[in-house]
């Protein structure tokens, strides 16, 4: 069964940093492509960044762009999201989901699996 | 204002059939990239519910079907029930944007 379990959320200032790691299970982490996707609680979704499997390709949202940092560790199976210079408007449920291909933005690509998400709350 | 433009509500009866729109243009959906759907019922996660434009994930009613034509795509309910209340979510890629893209988002009501 595949799991994806996203931890380090939490109550932050802003300008302040936050790191959030999504410990994967249940398949084989190194050969898929994983992505971060945030909800403000009531709104929709909102992609923020994807890293293919081994690490030679990333992006990000223009939202986060020079501010966020998405990493692996396929040998932990893990997948973090480096926040800083946090926002406000940063403030939103993140979650953490599995690509069905290797390569994010294929033209078939799409996320199969998400975890239950974790509260970054940005706020003085 | 996203990308890819859904209705922001549709309703429906029980046992009817509604479809949910969305619409991107020619650097997205247009281009050849693929159509999904997601379904999020209220306090859950999003849950793939349409893969690659007309599939259906295993465990997913036949029910649910997608289709897609040119820069635009269709999410269709059919035998609406009380437990399909929900808010559903398309999703594609952009190649100019180099940014996966979802809609804005449906809240389907079962009155």
């Known amino acids: 069964e595949v799991q994806l379990v996203e931890s380090g959320g939490g109550l932050v200032q802003p300008g302040r940093s936050l790191r959030l790691s999504c410990a994967a299970s249940g398949f084989t982490f190194e050969d898929y492509a994983m992505h971060w996707v945030r909800q403000v609680p009531g709104k929709g979704l909102e992609w923020v960044s994807a890293i293919n499997w081994h690490s030679a390709g990333m992006g990000y949202a223009d939202s986060v762009k020079g501010r966020f940092t998405i990493s692996r560790d396929n040998a932990r199976k893990s997948l973090y999201l480096q926040m800083n210079s946090l926002r406000p408007e940063d403030t939103a449920l993140y979650y953490c989901?599995?690509?069905?291909?290797?390569?994010?933005?294929?033209?078939?690509?799409?996320?199969?699996?998400w975890g239950q998400g974790n509260l970054v709350t940005v706020s003085s | 204002q996203s990308v890819l433009t859904q209705p922001p509500s549709v309703s429906g009866a029980p046992g009817q059939r509604v479809t949910i729109s969305c619409t991107g243009s020619s650097s997205n959906i247009g281009a050849g990239y693929d159509v999904h759907w997601y379904q999020q019922l209220p306090g859950t996660a999003p849950k793939l519910l349409i893969y690659g434009n007309n599939n259906r994930p295993s465990g997913v009613p036949d029910r649910f079907s997608g289709s897609k034509s040119g820069a635009s795509a269709s999410l269709a309910i059919t035998g609406l029930q009380a437990e399909d209340e929900a808010d559903y979510y398309c999703?594609?890629?952009?190649?100019?944007?180099?940014?996966?893209?979802f809609g804005g988002g449906t809240k389907l009501t079962v009155l």
């Open positions: 989901a599995k690509d069905i291909k290797a390569i994010y933005g294929d033209f078939v690509s799409y996320l199969e699996y």
């Open positions: 999703q594609s890629y952009d190649r100019s944007l180099s940014a996966v893209l």
